[in-house]
């Protein structure tokens, strides 16, 4: 039996409290400082490549969305709070997560996706 679960986690660290036992400078450089600074270069690098296809621009977008309201989180209470945990039958059981996760994730797989066919086609074309 597939189970969504509602659990309200306050995460202080990355993916699943990965680095929360960090001390603070650590934690803001890892957690604050790189994230937004790898935010900027992705809003860069999709503003300055005018020949990425719709799924690379959907992809970074979808990581743009996720990660600046997991950062504003991180600013404005000092944690994510992840509410989401899938349960399917005991076969298989996801972390604790958020929206913002979710929607670094489909970013990641359509650029994986994106990445697949973009390869494709160049074995076809040579």
Do not use: W
Request: proline residues 2%.
């Amino acid at each position: 039996m597939i189970k969504f679960i509602l659990t309200n986690v306050e995460n202080s660290g990355a993916f699943l409290s990965l680095g929360s036992d960090l001390n603070p400078t650590l934690k803001s450089i890892f957690l604050l400082i790189l994230p937004i600074a790898v935010l900027g270069y992705i809003t860069y690098y999709i503003l300055t490549h005018k020949g990425l296809d719709k799924y690379s621009i959907f992809g970074f977008s979808c990581i743009i969305g996720g990660g600046i309201a997991n950062v504003y989180d991180r600013i404005m209470y000092g944690s994510v709070t992840d509410f989401f945990h899938i349960d399917l039958g005991g076969i298989f059981k996801t972390g604790v997560f958020n929206v913002a996760d979710m929607s670094v994730m489909l970013g990641m797989g359509l650029l994986l996706y994106s990445n697949f066919i973009t390869t494709k086609k160049a074995k076809q074309n040579a």
